[in-house]
């Protein structure tokens, strides 16, 4: 399976000038809501994540995302693994559990994402779940955008990554393209200005 021509093919390897949600700049951005718009590939990329997860004896009860981007992927995921699917959510900046759900004493929970890039959004999911009496027992995304080491990957996570060393974290791929401080960025230096994804129909 090839993640990159999966991408491709759905136009969601953008190539352009993108304002990223953490304030850095890059040349190109991954729009997973594209790749996942087909439910059929999104149960194909989930069955092949669910299997590596299964593979490594990775025991776990529930699937939790971190909304927006995680949740279908979270979904697709749990739908595979045949587990319980919940999301968190922002409220006011500040991560939360809402609409119901509970997390029961020593319940064993996989993070899901679409993209880990740092995996800031993952790690303040896994806070909660373990603050309500949650266990995580694993990370997983689509795809890893090379900050963050995948499981057995025998690479070292680049200092930027907020995933715990303890945990596993699996993806299908790893896609490597530098990202940039905006007084660093060379489309910038070269007059452009970037844009936030999804703002101009991308
Ligand atoms: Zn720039």
Known sequence: MNIEK?????????EGHFLLSSGKHSQ???????????????GELADKLAKMIQDAGVDANSVCAPALGGILAGYEL???LGLRSIFTERVDKKMALRRGFVVAKGEKFIICEDIITTGGSALESAKI???????VVAFAALANRGFCARHKSGREPKPTCQLP???PFFALADFEFEIYEPDNCPMCKAGGKAIKPGSRGN
């Open 6 to 14: 999966i991408y491709k093919d759905a136009n969601a390897y953008l």
């Open 28 to 42: 190109f951005y991954l729009q997973s809501a594209k790749v996942l718009e087909s439910p059929k590939v999104a």
């Open 78 to 80: 749990a739908r595979a």
């Open 129 to 135: 779940i373990s603050e309500l009496g949650g266990e």
């Open 165 to 167: 060393n303890n945990v």
